[in-house]
């Protein structure tokens, strides 16, 4: 079982960037998947961007793709979501998700997870 905690959320403004990160603890983190998933305020939860175990595969959603970058550090057990110009409509509780895996795939299904944080509120005024 893994531990998930994101930090880095906060309020900004429209074109400026934030550094989401995701720190887990409990088992060894290279042998998870892991995603980005964001929810706005009566919306449902959508995805966002997912990493391989090993870095070797990422994907993000068209929504945010040329803007954020997914990233992780096993070394440091740490998966990062960089966010660069910042829109209003990204304005969402952001939620970091694992899943364990044995091989080098990416998951884009919430269902897909089994592990999730406790989410970070992003909001970007106009």
């Known amino acids: 079982q893994v531990q998930l905690v994101e930090s880095g959320g906060g309020l900004v403004q429209a074109g400026e960037s934030l550094r989401l990160s995701c720190a887990a603890s409990?088992?060894?983190?290279?042998?998870?998947?892991m995603g980005w998933f964001r929810q706005a305020p009566g919306k449902e939860r959508e995805f966002v961007a997912a990493i391989s175990r090993t870095r070797g595969s990422r994907y993000h959603a068209d929504s945010v793709k040329g803007r954020f970058t997914i990233s992780r550090d096993n070394a440091e057990n740490t998966a990062y979501l960089q966010m660069n110009s910042l829109k209003p409509e990204d304005t969402a509780i952001y939620y970091c998700a694992a899943r364990s895996d044995t091989g080098y795939l990416y998951y884009i299904r919430s269902s897909e997870y089994a592990y999730w944080g406790q989410g970070t509120q992003i909001t970007v005024s106009s």
């Open positions: 409990g088992r060894t983190f290279s042998l998870y998947a």
